[in-house]
């Protein structure tokens, strides 16, 4: 039977991991399958992979095919870069030892670029978070000194209505006062001349009674001398 090495999904909606299976060509992706080699999970960055090294290299040049994304991972983990130095050593180009001494030498060096990778992005994410912390700030203070303008425009015309209303209280009061004081001047002085006019009415008056009997007694006083 045709064997081929693939992906198996499972995992959580939209948090995808993979089981690399070596499965007959013939079953369904998510089907029945001979035996599990390894994982992937795309989630992390970079990717996650787990593999099972010496059964991967031996399916492979057992004649197993894998798909075009299992051999990208294969690839990557440099199980095909194996099944080329043990060709090369079952042909007796190269020995076992030097095969060996190769692929590890290929591993360390791979291991080096990932750890270099890693941290670049590592780093990347760090001066991202820090530009964008930088931008957040920005924006913060930007928008509590618009805040702080907006309060203080808000306080100088509180200030100014309450100046306003305290300055059109005190003219309304000075305004009453006065008017009473103008008001009632004017009446003391008119009642002044009404009590002057009485009192010269009156006075003649009291002459002329007292001169009425004066004017009879020297009429009474004239008979008698004659």
């Not at 991972?73 to 030097?98: C, D, F, P, R």
């Not at 008056?205 to 020297?218: D, G, N």
């Amino acid at each position: 039977m045709a064997v081929k090495i693939r992906l198996a999904r499972r995992g959580r909606k939209k948090l995808a991991m993979f089981d690399v299976v070596v499965a007959d060509a013939r079953a369904p992706r998510d089907g029945r399958f001979v035996e599990k080699i390894g994982t992937y999970n795309p989630n992390t960055n970079p990717a996650t992979v787990v593999l099972n090294e010496k059964q991967a290299i031996q399916w492979v040049l057992n004649g197993a095919q894998p798909t075009d994304t299992v051999r990208a991972i294969l690839s990557h983990k440099g199980i095909m870069y194996a099944k080329h130095l043990q060709v090369g050593v079952n042909k007796g180009a190269i020995t076992q030892e030097q095969a060996d001494a190769k692929f590890e030498a290929w591993k360390a060096e791979k291991e080096v670029s990932i750890q270099t990778k890693a941290t670049t992005l590592q780093q990347s994410k760090a001066k991202s978070k820090a530009a964008r912390l930088e931008a957040e700030a920005k924006v913060s203070s930007a928008r509590a000194e618009n805040i702080a303008a907006k309060n203080k425009v808000a306080e100088e015309a509180l200030v100014a209505s309450v100046v306003e209303a305290i300055n059109e209280a005190e003219e309304e009061a000075t305004g009453v006062e006065v008017d009473e004081v103008v008001a009632e001047a004017p009446a003391a002085v008119e009642e002044a001349p009404a009590a002057e006019e009485v009192v010269a009415e009156e006075a003649p008056a009291v002459e002329a009674v007292e001169e009425a009997p004066a004017a009879e007694e020297a009429a009474e006083e004239a008979p008698a001398a004659e």
